[in-house]
């Protein structure tokens, strides 16, 4: 149980295209969704937590409008990089939260490696 | 300061052997939750093994297990006969207003 599918594993990109990862919990309703970033050899640095149907709340530093979230369902959390560039090259892992409490463990997709030529 | 540390960037163990990760944290609060992740070279974040701060007794599960320090603030992992595919990131977490703190990581290699 709790499995979060992540499309797509890896993709490679001209500098310029935007670029849409989609996140979905199987087997259980997402209230909530969480984004993170991972360079090579670093942990985890959330950019956004969203919750369905309202709009997704961003950590300091991390742009609204290059990184678009949209949690319209239960299920699906996109995450768009838009007009993506070499520097947005890394490592984008989702996980969801099937309550809102933060007890809840959150259970994580099997991330998305992100190359902008 | 809410962070998490993780001491240790790197250990081994032979295989069948003991091990324990250690791991600090900073909270002003009370109720909380913490977790260990496990991340093998395939990327996955795999939930290990979860501790609730108000629960005196230290979890465990199967060959892990917490050493739950509370006033310390201290919650080690420790792994019981190790095996291959145990090696991995190992990160530790606690939990926010509405979030998780990560730790740094510990990368575990399990020797043959």
């Known amino acids: 149980g709790a499995v979060v599918s992540q499309h797509p594993s890896w993709v490679i990109c001209k500098s310029g295209t935007s670029v849409k990862i989609e996140c979905r919990s199987l087997d259980f309703q997402a209230t909530t969704m969480f984004w993170y970033r991972q360079f090579p050899k670093q942990s985890l640095m959330l950019m956004a937590t969203?919750?369905?149907?309202?709009?997704?709340?961003?950590e300091q530093g991390v742009e609204k409008d290059k990184f678009l979230i949209n949690h319209a369902s239960l299920t699906l959390s996109t995450l768009t990089v838009t007009s993506a560039h070499p520097e947005d090259s890394s490592f984008y892992i989702c996980?969801?939260?099937?309550?809102?409490?933060?007890?809840?463990?959150?259970?994580f997709g099997d991330g998305t490696r992100l190359s902008i030529l | 300061a809410q962070t998490v540390t993780q001491s240790q960037p790197e250990m081994s163990v032979q295989e069948a052997e003991t091990v324990t990760l250690s791991c600090t944290y900073d909270t002003s609060e009370n109720n909380y939750y913490l977790f260990w992740y496990k991340q093998p070279p395939s990327r996955q974040m795999i939930l290990v093994i979860r501790?609730?701060?108000?629960?005196?007794q230290n979890a465990t599960e199967n060959r892990f297990s917490v050493n739950f320090q509370k006033a310390a603030k201290s919650f080690s992992l420790k792994i019981s006969d190790s095996q291959l595919g145990d090696t991995a990131m190992y990160f530790c977490?606690?939990?926010?207003?509405?979030?998780?703190?990560f730790g740094t990581g510990t990368r575990l290699t399990v020797i043959p």
């Open positions: 501790q609730e701060a108000y629960k005196q």
């Open positions: 996980s969801a939260r099937m309550g809102g409490l933060g007890n809840q463990p959150q259970h």
């Open positions: 977490a606690r939990t926010g207003a509405n979030n998780l703190f």
């Open positions: 969203s919750n369905e149907g309202s709009k997704a709340t961003y």
